[in-house]
């Protein structure tokens, strides 16, 4: 962690990138856990803590990603999940 938490924040926010393409690898489960337990501390509009995550691996990611893939229509695909 760096010295100066402000620092640390500042460079989290100025360094951010959006990334709109995923490698099929599998993230590990620990780190899945791990990213979760810190994400569950974060503050919520209202204190309404809105979170409900559900976590999918396997076959039954490939059949959730096909099927919204299909409800988005045809003109959205991901490499991902073919």
């Known amino acids: 962690m760096a010295e100066d938490p402000a620092?640390?924040?500042e460079e989290?926010?100025?360094?951010?990138r959006?990334?709109?393409a995923f490698l099929?690898?599998?993230v590990p489960?620990?780190?899945?856990?791990?990213l979760l337990a810190v994400a569950?501390?974060?503050?919520?509009?209202?204190?309404?803590?809105?979170?409900?995550v559900r976590v999918?691996?396997?076959?039954p990611r490939t059949r959730l990603a096909r099927t919204s893939r299909s409800a988005a229509g045809?003109?959205?695909?991901?490499?991902w999940t073919r």
């Open 7 to 9: 620092a640390a924040v």
């Open 12 to 16: 989290a926010i100025t360094s951010r």
């Open 18 to 20: 959006s990334v709109r």
């Open 24 to 26: 099929p690898d599998a």
């Open 29 to 34: 489960r620990a780190t899945v856990e791990r």
């Open 40 to 52: 569950s501390r974060s503050p919520s509009g209202s204190n309404i803590q809105p979170w409900k």
């Open 56 to 59: 999918l691996a396997g076959e």
């Open 74 to 79: 045809s003109t959205w695909a991901c490499s």
